[in-house]
């Protein structure tokens, strides 16, 4: 009995120890828990402040901005620039008529006034989206020790304005330019180097294709290399219908705006001394004299195909002209017989 008894108490000392050691891993779990919960409060705390405080410094970055320029593109008296091409420098002129540009040294080159005046107005108004103001930082570090873009403009009143543009800033945001007069350096827009990366061919003049309709056009004469001319008129049914042919209509207007070069002297080099192809279109067109009279009078147009480009497109210049240009393959098919 008492050997019972005593097991009783055996078990009774061994449950009661047993949950005392189950509270106290209750108590340390519940500790640790806390902890590791407050830990994780205090990163994501830690986090949310940290983005917060970058998204101000973007927020500041992007409103805050440095004024580099500030001009207008009458106050330009010329603008230079030097990029992976070439050199190219233009200069206002004053004359009866008007101001008006040319390039210097090739006073015969033919401006496209509009591109250049794109050019000058990505410069009248330049505002910088960021400053760097380490002292000391060697240029290679921007991409500004040996700069592939440079420029200078001149104004009118005698005022100097030279820079140079280096790497790409992080993230896109722009490019790094250097005011070279002051030394700053900022970050400015990627439209800015776009327009001084334009090439020669890109500042030339195209010409004006002479245009017409169908309806006043009387011959298509389509000649290919080696082979018998293809002559195509209107036909005139009984009725009076006048059906046309469908080279009329691709005839009406020639359309090849990218210029390959503007002052051709060797024509071989592009296969237009013979070329190709040839598409001579035979048009009226109505003239009125001095006393108001108006007569018809005979017009010609010629488009003349030569060799393949690299990109399997055509060289082709209209009316014997020194400009060669390239016309898409697309749009010389039209004229090659199938």
Not at 44 to 58: D, F
Not at 165 to 191: N, R
Not at 234 to 240: K, S
């Amino acid at each position: 009995m008492e050997a019972r008894e005593e097991r009783i108490k055996r078990l009774k000392r061994l449950k009661q120890k047993r949950m005392i050691t189950v509270l106290v891993l209750l108590v340390l779990l519940i500790g640790l828990g806390g902890g590791y919960y407050a830990a994780v409060q205090y990163r994501e705390k830690k986090a949310r402040e940290e983005a917060q405080r970058k998204e101000e410094e973007e927020n500041a970055a992007k409103t805050e901005e440095f004024i580099i320029t500030e001009f207008s593109f009458n106050d330009v008296a010329a603008i230079e620039y030097t990029n992976g091409e070439g050199t190219y420098c233009f200069v206002k002129t004053e004359s009866d008529t008007g101001n008006s540009w040319v390039r210097e040294g090739k006073e015969d080159f033919p401006i496209k006034l509009s591109k250049l005046q794109t050019i000058i107005l990505s410069l009248c108004k330049l505002n910088g989206t960021a400053k760097i103001s380490e002292a000391g930082e060697p240029l290679s570090n921007y991409g500004l020790a040996e700069p592939v873009i440079s420029g200078k403009v001149t104004l009118q009143d005698g005022t100097v304005w030279q820079f140079s543009l280096g790497d790409e800033a992080p993230y896109s945001s722009g490019y790094y330019l250097l005011e070279k007069e002051t030394g700053d350096i900022y970050v400015v827009a990627s439209s800015v180097r776009t327009q001084l990366s334009t090439t020669e061919m890109k500042l030339v003049q195209e010409e004006t294709f002479p245009q017409t309709t169908q309806e006043k056009m009387t011959e298509v004469r389509v000649e290919l290399r080696g082979e018998d001319a293809l002559s195509y008129v209107p036909q005139t049914a009984e009725d009076g219908t006048v059906t046309y042919p469908s080279i009329f209509a691709d005839c009406e207007k020639f359309i090849a705006t990218t210029i390959q070069e503007y002052n051709c002297t060797d024509f071989s080099e592009y296969g237009l001394e013979e070329p190709y192809l040839t598409v001579t279109v035979y048009y009226t067109e109505n003239v009125t004299d001095q006393d108001g009279n108006t007569t018809k009078e005979n017009r010609t147009v010629t488009l003349e195909l030569g060799d393949l480009t690299v990109s399997n497109n055509y060289y082709a210049r209209v009316n014997g002209s020194p400009y060669v240009y390239i016309m898409t393959a697309a749009h010389a098919q039209k004229y090659i017989p199938q």
